[in-house]
């Protein structure tokens, strides 16, 4: 692959602002710019944990994760290795005997005849690998390899950063509602209160009984009394 090309990849990832995409968005952003990047790559993907479980995330072709299962049903292969070990594994073609002989049997039969994998690591933890597949035997070259691991370590800070980013929007959001709701259910008890003449405990207890009882969230109790009470307020 022409220098430019890498070069290109790198720069506009570099751009990349997180905040403008979800991270599944930022994924496949990634695997695009990887395929241009590295030129022997007919097809990438990104092996990641899903709901504990080590699984292709994201990829470029359907094929991918197919070929990926096997390396999960049986627990090895170069993109488990390249995850777990943090290391760059790579097959020189799916044809010849090897380590992992169940993946590369999968991989000929599905025409991927040699694969790259590479860790995404920032500050010492994996946080998946990117995989390479190509159709050719012996695609990936020393020059192919050292343009795959500097793309790799940028797209990890990427990603690293885009998780970041949604983990804090989704707390900020998270805590934003909370506060909403606290308030609503704050004015809920003051209307019971004066309505029935009751203590503060005993107004959070007849919302608590209510929301049980119709099995509605608190909040939306709150939201209803307070609702219903603006409304009568409005009625001459």
């Not at 990349?16 to 599944?24: A, C, I, K, P, Q």
Request: hydrophobic residues 45%; negative net charge.
């Amino acid at each position: 692959m022409p220098d430019s090309a890498l070069s290109a990849s790198l720069a506009e990832l570099s751009r990349f602002f997180v905040g403008d995409n979800t991270v599944e968005e930022t994924l496949g952003r990634v695997m695009d710019l990887t395929v241009d990047a590295v030129a022997p790559a007919d097809m990438v993907a990104l092996t990641m944990l899903v709901e504990g479980r080590e699984r292709t995330a994201v990829y470029t072709d359907e094929l991918a994760p197919e070929i990926d299962q096997t390396q999960y049903d049986t627990g090895r292969g170069p993109c488990l290795a390249a995850f777990t070990e943090t290391r760059v594994t790579e097959i020189h073609s799916t044809l010849e005997p090897g380590e992992w002989p169940e993946f590369r049997t999968v991989g000929a039969e599905h025409g991927i005849l040699s694969t790259l994998s590479l860790p995404l690591v920032v500050d010492k933890t994996a946080m998946g690998a990117m995989n390479l597949y190509s159709r050719r035997e012996r695609a990936f070259g020393e020059g192919d390899r050292a343009d795959a691991e500097l793309f790799a370590a940028q797209a990890a800070i990427v990603l690293a950063n885009a998780q970041a980013y949604w983990d804090a929007h989704l707390l900020s959001t998270g805590l934003a509602e909370a506060m909403r709701s606290r308030a609503v259910i704050e004015q809920a008890k003051g209307i019971l209160m004066a309505a029935e003449g009751v203590d503060e405990d005993d107004a959070f207890d007849m919302l608590t009984r209510a929301s049980q009882r119709e099995n509605i969230k608190l909040r939306d109790i709150a939201r209803r009394i307070v609702d219903d009470a603006i409304a009568r307020r409005r009625v001459p």
